[in-house]
């Protein structure tokens, strides 16, 4: 009996598939196993590249990435990164998120100490190619505007777009995307406000 | 998946697998296999380029693999197999990318997963690999991924030129910094916005499909002019 004829058998087919199940998923957990290091240590630098991005050069002298704190922010918990120098707590890095025009756009944003914008960066969103994408950096200079900025400056009815009475452009064609990034900067703005505290004092 | 599925008469026969994987065959234009991520991802040409790239070397591996199983894989349960090959291969391509390539990762990341839904792979293998040997199934494999990676270009530089006015936007991401070159701008051109969007994919697609058919059928009727002319003279 050939081996032409053992292959049209009926228990030769869900051996074989098994065989090949097993070989697939053999593979698949070595070569997980070989690249979970390389892969978590190339997130970590991406991570570190994006906050470093937000920070003011030479901002920090401490490894921010591994001094954390997690909150509570509506129902969800954000990791905060705490920039020292010397010890002391100068500013903090957090990511927000609101809901643009196709999906919730995710910002990350660093304050000092007393509340004053250090910097924001868009890390994810879905907005329109064109109109929308101009809250990206690479697209415009637009993020850069809130740089400065504070709860009080300018005033809270101001933190809005231009069409809505408040001091920030509006993009021609969109007006929903630059509205949710100026909520979600104030949502980040308030948010640190209400656990300053927290933030600042715990030593960890 | 019909067309696909047709016996392949070119054989072992290496100039006419590279013309069918160029031009007669073309995954995009001919077979129409593979629209899902022809239309999600040219919006530029680089990202049609680094698309087809990644998809030619997947194609070549899977076609290889597949022609070396082909005697042991009885027919009736080849198409899991072949699945299961796939989807392995393209998750260690994956995983592997992100962990020792991580800057062309982030750029060409999101497109790896999409080659698992892209049939002409499996395609490549059931038309062709699964009947010829590991050699021409490679050759197969480069001509059609060589074909794919032409056609998403084309496409993706003719949406990217009207819609956003540039050519090859971001290649030195891609391809190096040697490649920056290739970058062009249209100075003070706004855009048609339409073509960056879904509805401009079909719009080029459709004009380049349309294209193509005018081109052979010109060659058809010359070809039949041709042994019409010849005709008279031999009778």
Redesign the interface.
Known sequence: MGFASIREKLGYQPVLLGVFALLASGALAWVSESTAGAIAAAEAKDLRDSLAEVLPQGFADNDFLHDTVDLENKGKTVTIYRARQGGVVKGAIFKVAERGYAADIVILMAVDADGKMLGARVLKHAETPGLGDKIELSKAPWIKDFDGKSLGNPAPEKWAVKKDGGVFDQFAGATITPRAVVKAVKGGLDFYAAHRKEILGDKS | MSDALKEVPSGENYGSIIKDGLWEQNVVFSQMLALCPTMAVT?SGTNGLGMGLATTAVLVVSNILVSMIR????S??RI??FV??I??LV??VD??M???M?DLY?VLGLFIALIVVNCAILGRAEAYAVKNGVFASAVDGLAMGLGFTGALTLIGLIREFL??GTLFAQASNLLGPSFAFLEMKLPGYG?A?LM??PPGAFAVLGFLLAGKRVMEQRAEARAKNASGGAAPLVA
């Open positions: 919006t005697h042991t894989v009885s009736q349960v899991p197999v299961v090959l989807a392995t998750t260690v995983m592997v992100n962990a020792w991580h982030k819609g956003s855009g916005l960056i969007l």
